[in-house]
């Protein structure tokens, strides 16, 4: 009895780790309600969630297919976009967009640290804008020297591309956060 319930576990940590691929032939769909199917190995899935492995290095590659609910376990893996069907591209890349909506920030008007925030006025490549961020979190990470992720307390996402690029006064404006 006890080899049996080695094997069912072996069994599943073997299914938990299994690698799939999903590739042009797996049929992607928009449904009705702006969500995205999938017919893959046989099996329908009403509704599906696309995430991207690697957002910042590697958008376009290692594209994650999951289950909607139930625990949002993995179906497979697209391992590159441009490999699949334009109709399909364009399916995935839409809902991306929505997960992944990332303004980036060209000009900083003013940062002000009031009572454990940070209150940063910015213009992006999407408009002005106005957002805080905790100060005791780690809501600015170096993607590299001169690339930055910003979170919002909302969790929201700014780029700022290239530090290099702004004025020194931004610059002195961000040193709080380098």
Partial sequence: M????I?????KAEEMTAIHI???KDKF???????????????HYDRVKVVRLFPFSDADKYISIREH???EREI???EDLAEMPE?????????LNLSYFTPVIQKIYSIKDEYGYAYFHVMTDKGECKFAINMG???VAKLSEVRLIISDVDENRFEIRDVEKLTQKERRMLDLFL
Wanted: cysteine-free.
């Fill in 2 to 5: 006890a080899e049996n319930t």
């Fill in 137 to 139: 979190s780690n809501a």
């Fill in 29 to 43: 769909q928009q449904t009705e309600g702006g969500f995205v199917s999938l017919d893959y190995d046989g099996t």
């Fill in 76 to 78: 497979g893996i697209i």
């Fill in 7 to 11: 094997n069912i576990y072996e069994k």
């Fill in 69 to 71: 609910g139930n625990g």
């Fill in 22 to 24: 999903i590739t042009a």
């Fill in 87 to 95: 109709e399909t591209r364009d399916i995935l890349n839409h809902q």
